[in-house]
């Protein structure tokens, strides 16, 4: 027997649909299943973080080179949010082991941002 689809956590799909329809100000159209948010993990949490215009360019243009260079069919679609968190999962690690003794007083963000990509280099084997 086939395990009943299922939307967010253990809610039906019909009631995650429903959800989101009322949320978004009961839309005129029905809200198909590709519309539906569906993470690939449930342990991932939401962060809202503010982006310069800068950033934000900057991302979605590397989001649309990757997305050139992929080879036909990827298994998992490839974000602005998963280029963030595949960041943060190679730079974390190291910040957090030998780099840590390395932010030691950092003044501001620039500062943060000049010790980061210092870090990143000195961990980077050469070409």
């Given amino acids: 027997m086939r395990e009943k689809k299922t939307g967010l ?7 995650t649909k ?9 839309r005129k159209q029905k809200t198909t299943s590709d519309e539906v948010m569906k993470f ?5 949490v939401r962060l809202t973080t ?3 215009e800068g950033e934000i360019d900057n ?10 260079m992929r080879s ?6 490839i974000t602005n949010n998963s280029i963030i968190r595949a960041c943060l ?6 910040l957090l082991g030998e780099g840590k003794t390395k932010l030691e007083d950092v003044k501001d963000e620039e500062d943060l ?8 280099e000195q961990n980077t084997p050469p070409k």
């Fill in 59 to 68: 991302l979605t243009k590397l989001c649309r080179e990757i997305k050139k």
């Fill in 50 to 52: 503010p982006l310069t």
């Fill in 18 to 26: 429903s959800v989101i329809q009322t949320i978004s100000g009961k």
């Fill in 40 to 44: 690939r993990s449930s342990s991932l």
């Fill in 113 to 120: 941002v000049r010790r980061i990509s210092e870090i990143i």
């Fill in 89 to 94: 999962n190679a730079v974390l690690p190291i």
């Fill in 9 to 15: 956590g253990k809610v039906s799909l019909e009631e």
């Fill in 72 to 77: 036909s069919g990827g298994k998992e679609r």
